[in-house]
């Protein structure tokens, strides 16, 4: 007893002392990341870094593409990365000349031979492609960086994809690799080289659980990125590179503690000539207001043009000599002087989206005015309060603090709450200039109090025990009472403020985003004929117009999806030859005549069924109308018409204008010629520097939507580098 008593108490000690150093290992490991990731960390702050650490991304596919972008996440610091690739699809050729994260493989094998050299380049070769292509790239990409989990997950993804479309998730039981697999364990996906009906299926899954998509796709000198899945994504931290000041100078804006401040600024004349060249512009426009002439004043605000030149004259007329600069900045700024409050573009289009509950509450007392709102708004317009119940803690946080924004906005004559660190550099002394800024500094934390008390006092509270009057849904009070509750539960009042704070610093940028799924896409450039999309096929058609700088991603976007569609008819990918068809692409792709004749056979015809099937859809937009002007692109570089036929084109009995557009018409489906080649020649094949280009770009929006922080694309990003061209299609 003795002995195994000595031994408890020496296991216990032991595995003390392990935790002991595990934690030592935890904080040596958070100090050096400090250090690791410093330059990124003033980008999007350290609690950007920390969402990114503790971010799980899968990655579907293993190839060029999908490698750059997997190793421009882990090199950001991500937590864990699980990559799926079939178990089937082994190392390639191909693979080794358009993938960084692929090599040859100098391991000797069990299959090997111990009397064959080692180094010989065809078993190298041949050892290599023996090899899974997902097992090598996840190898190379562990080296990146050791702190992130880099995890292969053996299964097709196309099978996957289908086995969770049929809900046989949790069926899978007896295997134990597919049981550490959850869709629900990741916060984004990414699905790379796949057809459209395997990404439409993929996008109705990751909709339903809530899970943000990212597709993206190379196809030679093509590539493209689109975010789906989630419909919506809310921003607080916009971050853009021109923010408008708000230092609250108009006659209706300013406070009372800045007029107080101003005041002692008053007697200009009294001072020297040091201390009246630094007094701080914002206050020499608050001061030559108050001397200014009280009915021109007035007139200010309203646009009076000759009031606001008067006021600029009376302040040069205020000037010593012409070499004050403190003069100088008040009269780039002036306009300040009668800026009228204003609520953002992107403000107001969150308040239009906010849920009706929400609005109940924050127009409650005022039912007329609610009324009105809710016929001006269709139920499309406005976000479902369901949709906010399933989401994550922070954009609930978001919609009742938008709900406290409108409401603030009412009570403060349409002003958003002050952001202290608007204060811009100024011609002042220390004195004064840390004196204006401690003013405005109490101002923004008094209106974020004001926020934070409509929040606690009107919003919260109503949430739990509005009924909509009109209807007495029952429902709609459920999730308002389930939403108060998991804020109650998960956030406590330090990161309630913590959150106020950010918000109201923010409140000018915020942006609600909201994106197509991936079968409102094609039905868009199906030329569905539905009312919702015809916004968004007229904003094709003019993508596709023949005076488009766009046109070339537009026109390569449509034969993409014309690709899927000859690989679903054929079984093939254009410009190659089937299995079953008894031809070796390698020999029909040789530099002998007769492979030269085949290839050339065989890319004609397949040109010309990409063409039919681009046309079949798009012939309405493409066709429709033409402009007199054109503006070529760099892929205009052969095929004019001759200048002959320009004299041919007149005015008489209006064939002129039938001549121009049959002259547009035959340019235009002589460019998509020119693209659909492009498309046939490269058979499906990803480029390495298109790979790296769609990769980095993917892993941007990545960490948009991980981190919360800028605003993420909302339509379909293209880039043709062959043409140097980009576009953002619908």
Request: proline share 3%.
């Amino acid at each position: 007893p003795k002995k195994k008593t000595a031994h408890k108490i020496f296991y216990i000690s032991e595995r003390e002392r392990e935790q002991q150093e595990r934690e030592e290992e935890k904080k040596i490991s958070s100090e050096m990341s400090s250090t690791r990731y410093d330059r990124q960390m003033r980008l999007w702050g350290e609690n950007g870094q920390k969402l990114l650490s503790s971010a799980k991304i899968l990655v579907l596919d293993a190839g060029a593409t999908s490698a750059e972008a997997a190793k421009n996440l882990i090199l950001g610091g991500i937590s864990q990365l699980t990559m799926c690739d079939s178990p089937k699809r082994m190392v390639e050729e191909r693979d080794l000349g358009n993938n960084f994260m692929t090599s040859l493989s100098f391991e000797k094998g069990d299959e090997d031979e111990e009397d064959d050299d080692a180094n010989d380049d065809a078993l190298v070769l041949e050892r290599t492609k023996r090899i899974k292509r997902g097992d090598m790239v996840c190898k190379h990409l562990k080296l990146l960086n050791r702190n992130v989990e880099v995890n292969f997950w053996e299964e097709d993804p196309r099978e996957m994809i289908e086995r969770f479309r049929r809900g046989e998730e949790d069926k899978e039981e007896d295997k134990e690799e597919l049981r550490h697999h959850r869709l629900q364990d990741f916060d984004v996906i990414l699905a790379s080289q796949l057809d459209e009906p395997t990404m439409i299926k993929l996008d109705d899954i990751c909709q339903k659980l809530g899970k943000k998509l990212l597709t993206l796709r190379s196809n030679g000198c093509f590539g493209t990125v689109k975010i789906s899945g989630a419909k919506t994504h809310c921003v607080v931290e916009a971050k853009p590179e021109n923010r408008k000041m708000d230092l609250r100078l108009s006659e209706s804006g300013v406070f009372t503690e800045l007029e107080e401040f101003a005041e002692k600024f008053e007697d200009l004349e009294a001072m020297d000539e040091q201390r009246f060249a630094h007094v701080p512009w914002a206050v020499l426009l608050l001061v030559a207001k108050k001397r200014f002439d009280e009915k021109q004043r007035q007139t200010l605000e309203d646009g009076d043009y000759e009031a606001q030149k008067q006021f600029k004259e009376f302040l040069k007329s205020m000037r010593r000599t012409k070499t004050e600069l403190n003069f100088e900045e008040a009269l780039e700024n002036v306009r300040m002087a009668w800026q009228k409050p204003d609520v953002p573009e992107n403000v107001s289009e969150c308040f239009e989206k906010l849920p009706r509950e929400f609005r109940s509450v924050a127009e409650e007392g005022d039912g007329v005015a609610m009324m009105e709102t809710e016929k001006t708004l269709s139920s499309s317009d406005v976000v479902s309060i369901t949709d906010v119940g399933a989401s994550d803690v922070s954009t609930k946080l978001f919609w009742i603090f938008v709900a406290a924004l409108e409401e603030f906005t009412k009570r403060n004559k349409k002003f958003l709450p002050l952001d202290a660190g608007a204060l811009p550099d100024m011609t002042s002394t220390t004195d004064a200039f840390v004196g204006l800024q401690r003013v405005y500094l109490e101002k923004a934390q008094k209106d974020q109090r004001e926020i934070l008390r409509i929040v606690k006092e009107t919003i919260v509270p109503n949430l739990k025990t509005t009924t909509r009057s009109n209807d007495n849904n029952s429902t709609s009070v459920s999730h308002g009472s389930k939403i108060v509750d998991v804020i109650e539960k998960d956030v406590d009042e330090k990161q309630l403020e913590e959150f106020c704070i950010k918000f109201c610093k923010n409140a000018r940028d915020i942006r609600f985003v909201s994106f197509t799924s991936l079968a409102d896409e094609r039905d868009i450039w199906r030329w569905e004929n539905k009312p919702e999309h015809e916004g968004k096929k007229a904003q094709v058609a003019s993508f596709l117009a023949v005076d488009s700088p766009q046109r070339v991603c537009a026109y390569s976007y449509a034969l993409l999806r014309a690709s899927d569609a000859f690989e679903a008819k054929l079984c093939r990918k254009a410009g190659t030859y089937a299995p079953e068809e008894g031809v070796d692409n390698v020999v029909a792709s040789s530099g002998t005549e007769k492979g030269k004749s085949m290839l050339f056979h065989r890319m004609t015809s397949d040109c010309a069924e990409l063409r039919a099937l681009v046309t079949k859809n798009l012939e309405a937009a493409m066709f429709q109308s033409f402009s007199t002007s054109t503006s070529p692109t760099k892929m205009d570089v052969a095929e004019k018409p001759p200048s002959d036929d320009a004299d041919a084109v007149n005015d008489d009995g209006g064939n002129g204008s039938n001549n121009i557009k049959a002259a547009k018409a035959e340019e235009a489906g002589k460019f998509l010629e020119r693209l659909a080649w492009e498309v046939v020649r490269s058979q499906g094949g990803e480029i390495h520097a298109v790979a790296s280009v769609v990769g980095g770009v993917a892993s941007q929006e990545a960490i948009k939507l991980i981190t919360g922080q800028f605003v993420p694309s909302h339509g379909r990003v293209c880039v043709h580098l062959a043409d140097g061209s980009s576009a953002v299609l619908p």
